[in-house]
């Protein structure tokens, strides 16, 4: 396959991993805040390999998706990291209450009031024993492949 058919081959599968997304928010499955923030790349992926089939410039394009789908991974492992507890996801989103003690009653009323309904911590689906994370982690690797061969093919 040449690298102008495996860049746009990335980029669908990152467009096929957007729609999935969506699919699963539409099904009733809210997003919290790690989830939403993995699909930027995936979004940026789509939108490179745009550009490629709008310009025919692999090289340096496919460069960048692989970038794009590599960050997209490295969101989704530190995700999955903070479903399996490794390691503390972000406060607001993964229930911190370390300075709650601390807090004025106003102070803690606005912070109730602003936070996320979906918790970062918790998986919502898993499927053969990984969550929605761990599978986005799973094909952004591969994905990552796929845009570096691109890249290498193009030379």
Known sequence: MNATRLALLAGAGSAALLLAALGFQAA?????????????????????????????????????????????????????????AWWAGPAHCSGGVSDLARLSTQDLMTRLQDAPVVRCDEVAWRFLGLSMASWNAVFSACLAVIWGMAAGRSR
């Open 28 to 84: 009733g499955y809210a997003p919290c805040e790690l989830c939403i923030l993995q699909r930027w790349p995936h979004l940026a992926a789509v939108i490179v390999a745009g550009l490629i089939w709008l310009t025919g410039r692999v090289r340096v394009l496919a460069v960048l998706g692989m970038v794009a789908a590599g960050v997209a991974m490295g969101l989704a492992i530190y995700h999955s990291g903070v479903e399996m």
